[in-house]
């Protein structure tokens, strides 16, 4: 139980901390730790399946995409200069918020847990997947196919150009 | 899910793939295939709905889902008029990559497909993301500053909204335990409380809502309307938009009405955006230069009909919503693909620096004539028939006011439109316009089609008529 | 059992304005971006905590891993439009994008 909050504690940090750093490699990299967080949990959920998927696509992959898109802009990085004052606030404000999530969001959400409706029919992940929700897969594949097209068209490899 | 209508998901999926490869170094071949997967799909959906056995039985032994069959049709309608369009609009100079554009432009049927023929709201959720993310490069596809920034102010905006449509989805696995229209159905039947249900279902509307550009999250529209390469921003104002938002707002609503007084509330949110989108589309479509811009607040307040008939929730007004979304997919494309016309010939889509259009482009003219009387709703075309239903079902659903006040900005429509003729086809002729030439006829043949299509959706508006009643509201609507 | 289920939706609320936070105040592409993916962490805690209370365990895993590849997409559709941006205006502020008005 108390090992689940701290997990929640960590990963909520690791988001501030993410969106405070001033150097956009460390932001990417506390993403990172926001996804191994993430991931934490679900493993502490009992779904390792969607666990792993999470470590090695979300802290993964997509911390090598931002990481390379940040080497890629490395020199108008400094150039922008963001408002640092209110990033600098942002502690302040996060506090208000947890201030007031406290007093407004968990009573709230209490009362959403008077109308869970328990299920559990299926309890393998397979058969899930296959069975109910075939359609998904589907989905996937075609999501993959457009990512892929995207990339093609928007950095064609030119070869009279330039 | 309809498995008898997964064809026409998987085979433009097929050619999308087959595409860099067959035409691989010859890139005119690209657009070949293209045109002739989506002829093929349209010429056998026309087949199953225009079958004259159909016809005779007025649609009541209709196998399939009425409504998912109507809306592949508009879509393979569409996806053609843009598709033998752009391969005679993209020249040999041009910047455009073939292969991908063309690739891109059939993953999207195909995603729309599964869209209008998914009965889950999980599912609808990815294909959503799917045809999100190919609008994206569509958009830039011609390279240029101005679609770039379109592109990204529509990420920007639709990704947000894919959030709170997946916290819907938690919350609807929280209280329903599915996601499922049918068992949804159910779940309402059994009389058991719904409260959260309808929470989920809310904050899943707004998701959409966003999604489809009603007011005050219309910022995006404009610019991606305005910024995206010409045929494209036919293809996102006539289909992609119009499916991956107000299609599903009207699908949402088709629940919510089964919640009768507990989505009171939500209903009535929905009709007071529907009715703030008619009436701000169209005053900021009165004050703007700029052709495809002008259309794009236009769409805006078209949709705010459709939101607003959905809103409404009687089977009537529905009917009138789904009959409004498909004459949008049709004059909007006309008038989208004229103003690409005019693009290419005239170098510019700037109505101040054009005028007297008429007597060098008459054809284009005089199509845009057609579909902007249609978009009014001046009869007998079809747009007349459909913003008929919707103001006769607010008023019968005694939503009196609204019903005036769409009729009165029926009217602001024709004003816009007729200044818009005045400024662009008929006056003096500029600088501008002295050169032009009008297109191609290859060029004229979508934008003709269209018109025709127009015409005869009102003419034989009995028939359609019959269609809507006994394959929509028979079996979707209920 | 103490009320985990509200306590997890406690974070979740703060993870997601964390991330709100980032796309409202800062003009860099990037960090929009990365406040985006934030927020789409929290909605993935959503759904396997509403999934775990209500027993729907295996459900939620296979919505978990289809949004997840939904997710390296959009990222990657992102960036790239970020990148091409920046190629064509050498700039990844969200201010310089003003050339549509009206």
Not at chain 1, 31 to 57: K, N, T
Not at chain 2, 22 to 31: E, N, P, S, V, Y
Not at chain 2, 324 to 332: C, G, I, S, W, Y
Not at chain 3, 72 to 88: Q, T, W
Request: proline content about 3%; hydrophobic content about 55%.
């Amino acid at each position: 139980m108390t090992y689940h909050t701290l997990l929640f504690i960590l990963t909520a940090a690791a988001a501030v901390a993410a969106v405070m750093m001033k150097d956009l490699l460390m932001s990417a990299l506390m993403l990172a730790l926001v996804s191994v967080g993430a991931s934490l949990i679900l493993f502490d959920f009992q779904a390792p399946w969607a666990a792993v998927f999470e470590l090695s696509v979300c802290a993964g992959l997509i911390t090598v995409l931002f990481v390379s898109a940040v080497s890629l802009i490395r020199r108008e990085e400094n150039k922008l200069e963001d408002n640092r004052m209110r990033f600098y606030a942002m502690p302040l404000v996060m506090g208000l918020a947890a201030i007031a999530a406290w007093f407004y969001a968990v009573p709230f959400f209490e009362s959403l847990e008077n109308w869970a409706r328990f299920g559990g029919r299926v309890n393998s992940l397979g058969a899930v997947l296959w069975d109910i929700r075939r359609f998904d897969l589907l989905g996937q594949i075609s999501i993959l196919a457009a990512g892929v097209f995207v990339i093609n068209s928007i950095f064609p490899r030119r070869k009279k150009q330039k | 899910m309809t498995t008898g209508l997964l064809a026409y998901l998987l085979i433009p999926l097929f050619t999308a793939v087959l595409i860099p490869f067959a035409a691989r170094t010859r890139h005119r071949l690209a657009g070949v295939l293209a045109n002739v997967t989506l002829l093929a799909g349209l010429i056998n959906v026309s087949l199953t709905l225009f079958n004259p056995a159909n016809l005779a039985s007025a649609f009541s032994g209709l196998a399939e889902n009425g409504f998912a069959l109507l809306m592949i049709f508009v879509i393979y309608l569409v996806a053609l008029c843009v598709t033998f369009f752009s391969s005679y609009f993209i020249g040999n100079d041009s910047t455009v990559n073939r292969v991908p554009y063309y690739s891109l432009i059939l993953t999207s049927v195909s995603a729309m497909c599964g869209i209008v023929t998914t009965g889950d709201f999980f599912t609808l959720y990815i294909f959503v993301e799917v045809l999100a993310v190919t609008s994206f490069a569509l958009i830039t596809s011609d390279d240029g500053a101005k679609g770039l920034e379109g592109a990204i102010k529509y990420f920007l905006l639709t990704f947000p909204a894919s959030l709170f449509i997946i916290f819907g989805i938690a919350f609807l696995m929280l209280t329903a335990g599915t996601f499922s229209f049918e068992s949804l159905k159910v779940i309402i039947a059994s009389g058991l409380p719904v409260g959260g249900v309808v929470f989920a279902v809310s904050l899943i509307l707004l998701g959409f809502l966003i999604k489809s550009g009603v007011v005050p999250f219309h910022t995006w529209t404009p610019d991606a309307y305005e910024g995206a390469y010409a045929p494209v921003s036919a293809y996102l104002a006539g289909i992609v938009t119009k499916v991956s938002g107000v299609y599903a707002v009207i699908r949402i609503s088709m629940i919510l009405r089964l919640f009768e007084i507990k989505a009171y509330h939500t209903a009535e949110v929905l009709m007071f955006l529907g009715m703030l989108s008619i009436v701000v589309g169209a005053l900021a479509a009165l004050r703007q230069n700029e052709f495809k811009r002008m259309l794009a607040f236009s769409s805006i307040s078209q949709v705010g009909y459709i939101i607003l008939a959905a809103g409404m929730g009687t089977p009537l007004a529905l009917l009138g919503a789904v009959f409004h979304l498909v004459n949008h997919a049709t004059f909007k494309t006309v008038l989208f693909l004229n103003s690409a016309s005019l693009e290419k010939s005239a170098g510019t889509s700037d109505m101040n620096k054009l005028g007297g259009m008429e007597h060098s482009m008459p054809w284009t003219s005089w199509t845009s004539i057609v579909a902007l009387l249609s978009t009014a709703g001046v009869p007998p075309l079809s747009g007349f028939w459909s913003k008929l239903i919707i103001i006769i079902a607010l008023w019968d659903g005694g939503a009196k006011i609204y019903a005036v006040t769409a009729l009165l900005f029926s009217v602001v429509t024709l004003a816009y439109f007729m200044v818009m003729q005045r400024k662009v086809f008929f006056g003096k002729p500029t600088e501008a316009s002295r050169n032009a030439r009008e297109v191609r006829p290859a060029m004229l043949v979508p934008v003709v089609g269209m018109c025709l299509l127009i015409a005869a959706l009102g003419a034989f508006f009995p028939y359609i008529y019959a269609y809507l009643v006994e394959a929509i509201a028979a079996r979707t609507i209920l | 059992m103490t009320n985990s289920f509200a306590l997890d939706w406690y974070f979740i609320t703060l993870i997601f304005t964390a991330g709100l936070y980032c796309m409202l105040v800062s003009r860099n592409l990037l960090r929009q971006l990365i406040g985006l993916e934030i927020m789409s962490k929290s909605a993935l805690l959503g759904v396997i905590s509403a999934g775990a209370l209500t027993g729907n365990l295996a459900l939620a895993q296979a919505l978990i891993i289809t949004m997840i590849v939904i997710e390296v997409v959009i990222v990657a559709a992102g960036l790239s439009l970020l990148v091409k941006n920046y190629r064509l205006t050498n700039s990844i502020d969200i201010w310089s994008l003003d050339k549509l008005r009206g």
